[in-house]
């Protein structure tokens, strides 16, 4: 575990039901171990009953195979007391057949970047991903911010309505995290149910960001063709075409944006957005 022995962590694990139960007995004395009764089974269900379980001031979520980097807590110390309502921080990833430094971490570095160099904002709405950022427990009950209980993209809306809500935000130049790539996972799946569970959290997110004047951060349709062409139903696409129309939804990338997009593009073919 990558989290060090202190009184003032509460490390909740919540178990989805998992048959694998290795090495568990030697954290077990340090973690409240929860396992999901309700009748569903997703990342967004056990990730709400952490929440709802956790008594700090601040949240820190972590996937099962992700790692904290040996200095992170130190780094957390140093923005314990600091006001704003999410601090998002840098991640490192790396692959874990070759143990090689992977590609994944790229896009969410650039945005802290562009937080600190041009005061752009644009990580509260395109850092989707709920870990390697510092967030304020009683801001999300303010806001009633929780995930999508869906098969697929359940950190989407919650990443999304988190950055719009907050009052106050910060990015700092420091790595915290490391993401662990592996085949197999979720984000690697590219099942007609997963798919599906995709494009529709985008076109919610797609709604979300129209009604909020913030139409530039959108999904353009054609990404969302290019991306989800195999779940698209006619239904779903005359919806598309009709928001087209009213004005609600991009047809194209912006040309500026088309190297950040490649963050969207990977990643929605993936789980986290």
């Known amino acids: 575990m990558s989290i060090p022995k202190r009184n003032d962590l509460e490390i909740i694990v919540v178990d989805d039901r998992s048959t694998d139960k290795k090495n ?3 954290i077990q004395d340090r973690c409240v171990f929860i396992t999901n009764t309700s009748s569903k089974k997703s990342a967004g269900v056990c990730r709400n009953i952490g929440m709802k379980k956790a008594k700090g001031d601040w949240i820190l979520f ?13 780094v957390f110390d140093l923005y314990k007391n600091y006001k704003e309502d999410i601090i ?9 057949v ?5 590609d994944r971490h790229i896009p969410l570095c650039d945005l802290v970047n562009d937080f600190i160099l041009c005061d752009d904002e644009s990580i509260r709405y395109k ?3 709920p870990w390697s950022k510092l967030i304020r427990k009683e801001f999300l009950e303010k806001h009633n911010v929780s995930f999508d209980e869906v098969i697929a993209s359940n950190d989407v809306m919650f990443s999304l309505k988190s950055g719009f809500f907050a009052n106050k935000v910060l990015a700092v130049d420091k790595v915290v995290y ?3 790539r592996r085949e197999g996972s979720l984000t690697s799946n590219r099942s007609a149910e997963v798919i599906q569970s995709r494009l529709l959290v985008t076109i919610v997110r797609n709604n979300f960001l129209y009604l909020h004047g913030l139409k530039q951060y959108q999904l353009s349709l054609f990404s969302i063709i290019a991306l989800y062409r195999e779940a698209l139903t006619v239904d779903i696409f005359k919806d598309l075409l009709l928001s087209l129309i009213k004005g609600e939804q991009r047809i194209f ?3 500026s944006s088309i190297k950040k997009s ?9 789980n986290q957005f």
């Open 24 to 26: 568990i007995e030697k």
């Open 178 to 180: 490391n993401v662990v």
């Open 262 to 270: 490649r963050y969207f593009l990977s990643n929605l073919m993936k």
């Open 98 to 102: 070759t143990g090689k430094l992977s």
């Open 88 to 96: 998002y921080f840098k991640p490192t990833s790396t692959n874990k």
């Open 62 to 74: 972590a996937d099962s195979d992700d790692l904290f980097i040996d200095n992170a807590f130190d």
């Open 253 to 255: 990338p912006k040309i």
């Open 127 to 129: 850092s989707v991903v």
